[in-house]
């Protein structure tokens, strides 16, 4: 059965690593639904876990793909050079402009990455499969329906006890006859999946265990994440957890892979963090740049965490809105790179 599942490392790291997130999230918030449920308060610890640890670190791990990868920034500088540049130029104009707005296309941009994710992870896991047009077309319309109608609903019902980013990031307009239409052809799609998949497995004797897992994974937590479960904390839980680690996962999976094959005379870092107990120095790197990022958000602007980054608390909180809008969209710019970056170094033609 593993010969024969396209798994993208082995099935044991893609069950636990890849596939599992969106179901051991949800299990979590189904097990104790009075702490999930409630629309404000998140525990310290939690919130270190959650938006440090994971949602923050995963940005970072882009770098070993990237600027840390000689060969690929070698192959690439122009590229990662303009891109980080125009992000934070873009920035500062439109900070400077309005505040709200800064926020709300970075949200929109992050809306992209994260959609775009599971449609890379369903193609990845379909790369083995020779199936015709419709079938090929059922599985991006399902994929792109399980991430863009809970948004849409989000958007339309205007009743979401959490943001993206900030208050006020997504436009919202209430209009219950979309949402009506929407939610029929949302079930008709999914339901267009499942007889594909009964007439594959009855036709073609085949299942692809890894792609449906993603799918339905996918489907179970931005539904349930979105429109089922309307706290702040059953969000983030069920956002950060299904992306952030399924996103480490597959740099560390690549990256490595490339190392063992190629056995290129990498840097230092790279060495470390591939080598022997290379899975511990990669993320112990990755949180380091997180813990760093925060620090100085909460020093510099938040002043929110002060217990948990006391290291940066004698910044003090600034209040020019000059100096502001040119360090916001600075202390932004890991985001926002990750975010355009993403959607070049998994495309062969870039040649990361």
Known sequence: MDKQQPWLNSIWSDIIFILSPPFVSLLLVFAFPSHFQQSIGMPIVYWVILVVFIDVAHVYSTLYRTYFNHGNFKRNSTLLLIIPLSCYLFGVIVYQYDALWFWRILAYLAVFHFIRQQYGFMSLYSRQ??????????????????????????????????????????????????????????????????????????????????????????????????????????????????????????????????????????????????????????????????????????????KEHQQIFKLFSFLPQLTDQIIISLLIPLLALPQATHYVLDGFIWKKKHQF
């Not at 009855?202 to 979105?226: A, V």
């Not at 309307?230 to 597959?250: C, E, K, R």
């Not at 892979?257 to 080598?275: A, H, T, W």
């Open 129 to 302: 499969e020779r199936s015709s047009k419709w079938i090929k077309y059922i599985d991006i319309l399902t994929i792109y329906t399980a991430t863009i109608y809970p948004l849409l609903y989000w958007h339309l019902s205007a009743n979401r006890n959490f943001n993206w980013f900030i208050a006020g990031d997504f436009m919202l307009f209430k209009n219950n006859w979309l949402m009506k239409w929407s939610s029929i052809l949302y079930m008709l799609i999914l339901l267009l999946y499942i007889i594909k998949e009964i007439y594959i497995i009855i036709k073609k004797k085949r299942f692809n265990i890894p792609k449906n897992l993603l799918i339905i994974g996918t489907s179970l937590s931005w539904y349930f994440g979105i429109i089922y479960f309307n706290g702040d904390i059953a969000f983030t839980t069920l956002n950060v957890i299904s992306h952030g680690i399924p996103y480490m996962a597959l740099i560390w999976f690549f990256e490595k892979k490339k190392i063992d094959q190629v056995k290129l005379n990498q840097n230092k870092l790279m060495k470390l963090s591939f080598g022997k107990f290379g899975i511990l120095y990669f993320l112990l790197i990755l949180i380091a740049f997180a813990y760093f990022e925060e620090g100085l958000w909460d020093g510099l602007i938040w």
